[in-house]
């Protein structure tokens, strides 16, 4: 019997090394945030970042997370160089001025032991803006290649690039625009 209680004793202090909050790196090679908008009417338009890194924090038993991403502005690939340097003009990310977007989470909803949503705020040029991304699937497994763990996750969330000094062009060009977000990210 006591040494039933020394090994419940132990296993309860062992706990918390279990819930433990884990840390991911972005992975650059898989992660790549895109922008989808309506061109005139004509067709809507995908654009995509090169260079995205940062960190995301989860804790699988206490529910809980964080995530803090940089995404290189100056990195849009748009397949056109000449559009590349259009959207990086003054009238859209004016990278001159404000070379990286950046998102940093202030809460993650769970449903059960998944991640749903995480609220945060997205800076653009220079103006934060309260965004909160859904995540259409989210997935933590050891990475068959690295032989660790590795994270996943695709998000989605509907800004208004006016509201971020973007707007040139709106309602043409639509002021509505839908970023996708498929991240990979390795634990240190």
């Known amino acids: 019997m006591k040494k039933l209680s020394l090994i419940t004793l132990g296993t309860l ?3 918390p090394a279990f819930a ?3 840390t991911f790196v972005v992975d650059p090679g898989h992660t790549y945030p895109r922008f989808e908008y309506n061109h005139f009417g004509y067709s809507n338009q995908i654009q995509r970042f090169d260079k995205t890194s940062g960190k995301i924090v989860f804790d699988r038993a206490a529910r809980t997370g964080s995530v ?3 995404i290189d502005a100056t990195s849009i690939d748009t397949g056109y160089p000449l559009f590349n340097e259009h959207l990086q003009a003054e009238d859209f990310f004016d990278t001159a001025k404000y070379p990286t977007i950046t998102y940093k989470s202030t809460a993650v909803k769970f449903k059960g032991d998944q991640p ?8 653009i040029k220079g103006v934060t803006r309260p965004v909160t991304l859904t995540l259409g699937s989210f997935q933590v497994m050891p990475h068959p290649i690295l032989k660790k763990d590795a994270l996943g996750a695709n998000a989605t969330a ?3 690039r ?3 000094n973007a707007g040139k062009y709106a309602p043409h060009v639509s002021d509505d625009v839908t970023l996708i977000i498929a991240v990979e990210a390795v634990k240190q």
């Open 68 to 70: 803090d991403i940089t």
């Open 20 to 22: 433990a909050p884990e």
């Open 116 to 123: 749903v949503e995480v609220e945060g705020n997205l800076t």
């Open 162 to 164: 006016s509201e971020f």
């Open 158 to 160: 509907r800004i208004k």
């Open 13 to 15: 202090f062992a706990l």
